[in-house]
């Protein structure tokens, strides 16, 4: 959503997962120099970093007059494997990124404005033509909140989502965390600054409000631990009318460098780091390969698109939830007067998930918990959870294209009146049909990719090649995100065919989707060729007369980067 309009490229080599070590995982990382959150950036780009903080804290005094009381830095992420299934509470595969997002803010004292009932917030972005300054106020009063409009898209609206989020955790955990009791509210002086591309698919909006809500925090003198962290932020986006889920918060803010992570949603949040080995197996004649991450130049609103995109497959996928259960219900003989009793309500919508139904099938509750087996146990259970949302589901379609209203709303036993106030108030949606086979059936088969994914890494072997492997898992899910989650575009598409006809394995589309960014899968020997290919046939003929420097400032190398960041100790004065 921020910032720059660069685009990323992710190049980096991958052979083998392997479990890290790491001290203190649950807190927050802290760092005192930019040597330390960018360890693997070669000479010439810590130089760059340098300038770059160094503006970044200029621009702030000369903006404020003073200095930051705090100021963090979180990172972009890529999902490597793992699309659209968070909020369905499967595991996914992503990592955090070196492109990130600053923030420093100055609090002042609340009891000079003691004649007022409000207190100011100023935010500004270094980018400022493109991010214009904004001014508002909040409540001073700690027990009421500052108004966030979910239908104006309005960059400043990120910032509120943090406050309102960290403000509504200090006053309600006082004593659980022994914070001290909050007075009043305390006016803010922002200053944001970011290299994550706008609309890129690589979550510069969760980079965001990670950083506000741990910034807010930090000034009221609290300190998060990782998982709460993760958890409050996850809140933010669904202030601005986004209901998703926390794979974008939790890569951000658990990411490790030169590592992917394992993030798991159920039965608690976990994200269990995995490094990236340069040696393939020693029997092995496969040379490393490499991951190209770029993006589309498609811009991809989160916001402005999410009543037909993120916000209807939130509620595609609980309905198809809902009709499976009760399926399961009628099939074992029990009377259902309500589908919405039969699951949980942990889903996004308080009303069940695809992972619930899978756990009424397999009430056991060893899904994912077979890693030393290949958790080829838990692939065989989706597998099987994606033929019964196959023949169910398709059933009971009106049409190819979906469920009507009306046939949803009868198939559950409420109005469809009852349906949309239940289902599709809070987060409003427009749609024709509702696509619950298509979106069902590629959230199981995705979940069993992820697994895949992860086994082919952990046990590479000499007798078959790990990137074809690897690439047939990342050309299924980009067919799947065409076919039935339809969450990509024809632009991308055809990125991802350019690169597969030019060195690439495997390509998809990565983040929310409806363009943004793709992953590109490719020997190492072919990345050149590839990101040569990427340059003349996509960018050039798919943007006449872009730029060269477009071009080269779309194809930036980056690696697996340091989670959010608690910048300490006169970092400032070091760059």
Request: one cysteine or more.
């Amino acid at each position: 959503m921020f910032f720059f309009t660069s685009i990323s490229l992710v190049l980096f080599l991958l052979t083998k997962l392997q479990p890290a070590t790491m001290s203190n995982p649950e807190l927050v990382l802290e760092k005192s120099s930019i040597e330390e959150i960018y360890p693997l950036a070669s000479a010439d780009e810590l130089k760059l970093q340098h300038a770059r903080y160094a503006n970044f804290i200029n621009h702030f005094r000369e903006l404020y007059n003073e200095e930051p009381t705090v100021a963090v830095r979180g990172p972009g992420r890529v999902n490597l494997i793992g699309e659209h299934i968070d909020y369905s509470n499967f595991s996914v595969l992503p990592m955090a990124v070196d492109r990130d997002m600053i923030m420093a803010v100055s609090f002042g004292d609340a009891a000079a404005s003691s004649d007022s009932e409000t207190i100011s917030v100023r935010l500004a972005n270094v980018s400022e033509s493109e991010f214009p300054s904004r001014t508002y106020t909040l409540p001073k009063d700690p027990k009421k909140f500052v108004e966030i409009d979910p239908k104006v898209s309005d960059w400043g609206n990120y910032f509120k989502c943090g406050v309102v989020v960290a403000q509504e955790f200090l006053i309600n955990n006082c004593e659980e965390y022994n914070i001290a009791e909050i007075s009043a509210m305390r006016p803010m002086n922002v200053l944001v600054t970011g290299n994550v591309p706008t609309g890129s698919g690589l979550s510069s909006s969760a980079a965001f409000v990670v950083c506000a809500t741990l910034s807010v925090l930090l000034g009221y003198g609290f300190k998060p631990t990782r998982k709460l962290l993760t958890q409050l932020s996850i809140k933010c986006e669904q202030h601005v009318g986004v209901n998703s889920g926390g794979m974008d918060q939790a890569a951000s803010i658990y990411g490790v460098v030169d590592h992917a992570l394992f993030v798991t949603f159920k039965p608690t949040l976990t994200a269990t780091p995995f490094s990236f080995s340069s040696k393939v197996p020693a029997d092995s004649k496969e040379e490393p390969f490499s991951f190209v991450i770029a993006n589309s130049l498609v811009v991809s609103n989160k916001h402005e698109t999410a009543p037909t995109n993120y916000n209807l497959r939130v509620v595609e996928v609980t309905l198809a939830a809902l009709l499976l259960a009760k399926h399961l219900a009628n099939k074992a003989g029990k009377t259902v007067a309500d589908p919405a009793d039969l699951l949980p309500a942990d889903g996004n919508l308080q009303a069940g998930t695809l992972r619930n139904v899978l756990e009424l099938v397999y009430p056991d509750q060893t899904f994912g918990t077979d890693a030393d087996k290949d958790f080829v146990n838990s692939i065989e259970q989706l597998k099987t959870l994606e033929t019964l949302a196959e023949t169910v589901l398709g059933e009971s379609e009106d049409t190819p294209e979906g469920h009507t209203t009306e046939t949803v709303a009868k198939l559950l036993g409420i109005s469809p009146e009852e349906l949309v106030k239940r289902y599709m108030t809070t987060y409003p949606v427009r749609y024709n049909y509702l696509a619950l086979r298509k979106r069902a059936v590629h959230v199981y088969s995705e979940a069993a990719r992820v697994f895949e994914f992860l086994n082919a890494l952990n046990r590479p072997t000499a007798s078959s090649s790990l990137t074809e492997t690897l690439g047939d898992i990342i050309n299924r899910s980009h067919a799947s995100a065409v076919s039935l989650f339809e969450n990509s575009h024809p632009t991308v598409d055809r990125l991802c065919a350019i690169a597969c006809a030019n060195g690439a394995a495997g390509a998809r589309i990565t983040g929310a989707g409806w363009g943004g960014a793709t992953v590109q899968l490719v020997s190492a020997s072919k990345a050149a060729g590839l990101v040569a290919a990427l340059k003349e046939d996509y960018y050039r003929k798919e943007f006449p007369g872009v730029s060269d420097a477009v071009i080269e400032d779309s194809l930036i190398l980056s690696k697996p980067g340091n989670g959010t960041t608690i910048l300490i100790d006169d970092f400032f004065s070091r760059v």
